[in-house]
């Protein structure tokens, strides 16, 4: 097990996540029975959902999907899911608005958006995030695309350290 607080291993043991390719840990929890033809002709389930974490200073590398992802907040550290539109790159902050400033307790990604995510440490000793992502239509991991550096340069001015800080 990875060394985090007590916390963030007894979620990862209780809700048997695992390493996701793009960092952190996760479970797919729903798979839609339901199957739908999209747009391009592709027949897909209707939704998934997922838990996903992230501990310390794990992060969700810039990647991107053919479908909306929805993101809920469940517990622990605020999570800023940065995107790239229209040249800039736009932060939600994803987290209980009681506790955290400016926070909201869901977050959208559009579809073939590229996207990334960090747990914002905000000192209290918390040293995880645990959300919920729920994707529709269903994710695959072939519509999944992971980025790099050199992928990316130029698509968000000015914002060059963010997108090699969170490039694997």
């Known amino acids: 097990m990875p060394a985090h607080s007590l916390a963030a291993n007894e979620l990862i043991r209780t809700l048997a996540l695992k390493p996701h390719p793009e960092g952190g840990f996760y479970r797919e929890t729903y798979r839609s029975e339901e199957r739908i033809v999209c747009a391009d002709q592709r027949t897909r389930e209707a939704s998934t959902a997922i838990y996903y974490m992230l501990c310390g200073n794990d ?4 990647h991107r999907i053919r479908s909306d992802e929805l993101w ?4 622990g ?3 800023a899911v940065h995107s790239i539109a229209d040249g800039g790159i736009v932060t939600q902050r994803l987290g209980d608005p009681l506790r955290h400033t400016g926070a909201s307790f869901q977050a959208m990604v559009p579809a073939g958006r590229w996207f990334a995510a960090e747990r914002v440490d905000l000192g209290d000793g ?3 995030a645990l959300v919920g992502c729920t994707v529709a239509p269903a994710f695959q991991f072939s519509d999944f695309e992971l980025a790099d550096a050199a992928a990316l340069a130029g698509l968000a001015s000015g914002h060059d350290t963010l997108l090699r800080r969170l490039s694997r």
Do not use: E, G, N, R
Request: proline content about 7%; glycine content about 0%; hydrophobic content about 50%.
């Open 59 to 62: 992060y969700s590398a810039w």
């Open 72 to 75: 809920h907040f469940h517990a």
């Open 77 to 79: 550290s605020p999570v």
């Open 126 to 128: 918390v040293d995880f």
